[in-house]
């Protein structure tokens, strides 16, 4: 069955940079559109960023726009998630997905159980 673990969360100061990492496993598990999502205190989780099937191309919620980096390793079977210029509002859990329509306001089949990033001065 299809397997996703994130990787990568941690404390960072405001301003810092990090890296996600979301290993996928199983049968045809990156083969499809994946994504970053994050669930802040208090609030809906939301979308971040995902690519297409292939792998090229890349989307973000508005917000993410700039800061945000997603990319995919397919020999790897890895999804990438890279935040610079970290901000307080950034903290949250990250999770990533598999079995994504981008065409459907990236509604997904599979999920990791998420990483935790907290940004503080």
């Known amino acids: 069955q299809v397997h996703l673990v994130e990787s990568g969360g941690r404390w960072v100061h405001t301003g810092g940079s990090l890296v996600l990492s979301c290993a996928a496993s199983?049968?045809?598990?990156?083969?499809?559109?994946m994504g970053w999502f994050r669930r802040a205190p208090g609030k809906d989780r939301e979308f971040v960023a995902g690519?297409?099937?292939?792998?090229?191309?890349?989307f973000y919620a508005a917000y993410a726009e700039g800061r945000f980096a997603v990319s995919k390793d397919n020999a790897k079977n890895t999804l990438y998630l890279r935040v610079n210029n970290l901000k307080p509002e950034d903290t949250a859990v990250y999770y990533c997905?598999?079995?994504?329509?981008?065409?459907?306001?990236?509604?997904?089949?599979?999920w990791g159980q998420g990483t935790q990033v907290t940004v503080s001065s």
């Open positions: 690519v297409n099937r292939s792998g090229v191309s890349a």
């Open positions: 199983g049968r045809a598990a990156s083969d499809y559109a």
């Open positions: 997905a598999t079995g994504c329509f981008p065409d459907t306001e990236w509604s997904c089949d599979y």
